[in-house]
């Protein structure tokens, strides 16, 4: 079974410009899952996804980063304009559903930094 | 608001037994899982706990106690490749938040 799929890997950019990353979940898996995760901190929440429905945006910064799940399996962040404090690493996850016991696969991630 | 604590590092020999504590403040709380994450590497799902009681997967075991709003991840019979940094997180109102990590240092 193929796990979920990232790209890019790593992403250099400058400040103020803008840079998309792209989640290909597990097949079948109807909840998609993004997380920004700084060095030496926990996976933080950006969005969840029930199929293309939102579950929670609560903590994506919507003046520059924005997300999207088209027909309900890939997905893409982006942000626009970016910051020094964006850098981090992204990472994709997916599980087949949002219940209790449900294991959440994860992507190698995208390693962005802004210059 | 949502809150989960764990201590931020421990360190252990090879051999010895390390409890990772988690306490956690969340609403509409389903349960706990813990994540593995080797340095570099993608987190990789280890246990859940939706019930009080204990869980064993092997080497690892976890508890829960939701009176308490309280778990743990127990780690035996440790081996330098256990040296990462453990995660628990909540399963609240759908959504999967993690915790800041406890990073465990095996020494020979």
């Known amino acids: 079974e193929a796990g979920v799929a990232q790209s890019p890997r790593y992403k250099i950019i400058e400040k103020r410009q803008s840079v998309a990353f792209w989640c290909n979940p597990i097949?079948?898996?109807?909840?998609l899952y993004w997380y920004q995760q700084i060095l030496g901190q926990g996976p933080k929440l950006l969005i969840q996804f029930q199929n293309n429905g939102v579950v929670d945006d609560s903590q994506l910064p919507k003046d520059r980063f924005s997300a999207e799940r088209l027909k309900g399996v890939d997905s893409t962040l982006k942000i626009q304009p970016a910051k020094l404090e964006d850098s981090a690493v992204y990472l994709c996850?997916?599980?087949?559903?949002?219940?209790?016991?449900?294991?959440?696969?994860f992507g190698q991630g995208t390693r962005l930094t802004v210059v | 608001g949502q809150s989960l604590e764990q201590p931020s590092e421990v360190t252990a020999v090879e051999g010895a037994i390390v409890q990772i504590n988690c306490t956690y403040q969340t609403s509409g709380f389903y349960g706990l899982s813990w994540y593995q994450q080797h340095d570099g590497g993608a987190p990789t799902f280890l246990s859940y706990n939706g019930l009080d009681g204990l869980e064993e997967t092997g080497r690892f075991s976890s508890f829960l106690s939701r009176s308490d709003s309280y778990g743990y991840l127990l780690l035996q019979e440790l081996q330098m490749k256990d040296s990462a940094s453990y995660f628990c997180?909540?399963?609240?109102?759908?959504?999967?938040?993690f915790g800041a990590g406890t990073t465990v240092t095996v020494r020979a």
């Open positions: 996850a997916s599980s087949l559903g949002a219940g209790g016991n449900t294991e959440a696969f």
């Open positions: 097949s079948g898996h109807a909840t």
């Open positions: 997180a909540v399963r609240n109102d759908y959504k999967l938040s």
